[in-house]
Nanobody, 119 residues
Framework: QVQLVESGGGLVQPGGSLRLSCVAS????????MGWYRQAPGKQREFLAT???????HYADSVKGRFTISRDNAKNTVYLQMNSLKPEDTAVYFC?????????????WGQGTQVTVSS
């Protein structure tokens, strides 16, 4: 099992930037992908970006060009650089990891970090 701890959230003005970090511990050798999701009040959890072990990345259309996911395997950490933030980006941001064999992937989640975009 993998444990995930996010950090880096906070209050930022529209147009500003934040970088979120997520450190994985435990069975990190079993991680296949790491990614980011968010959930705004009253809305479903939304996929943002993922970083696969082969180095490929995938983004939701809503953040493509503004958010960048990166990963430091030596530190077991995944980052989300968020630029040109908008009030609608306000949400709790969750780190995610899929582990195990491809036929039976298991999802692990962090506790979330609040991002508020407001003037």
């Amino acid at each position: 099992q993998v444990q995930l701890v996010e950090s880096g959230g906070g209050l930022v003005q529209p147009g500003g930037s934040l970088r979120l970090s997520c450190v994985a511990s435990g069975a990190v050798f079993s991680i296949k992908t790491m990614g980011w999701y968010r959930q705004a009040p009253g809305k479903q959890r939304e996929f943002l970006a993922t970083f696969r072990n082969d180095g490929t990345t995938h983004y939701a259309d809503s953040v493509k060009g503004r958010f960048t996911i990166s990963r430091d395997n030596a530190k077991n950490t995944v980052y989300l650089q968020m630029n040109s933030l908008k009030p609608e980006d306000t949400a709790v941001y969750f780190c995610n990891a899929y582990t195990g064999p491809e036929a039976a992937l298991a999802a692990s989640w962090g506790q979330g970090t609040q991002v508020t975009v407001s003037s």
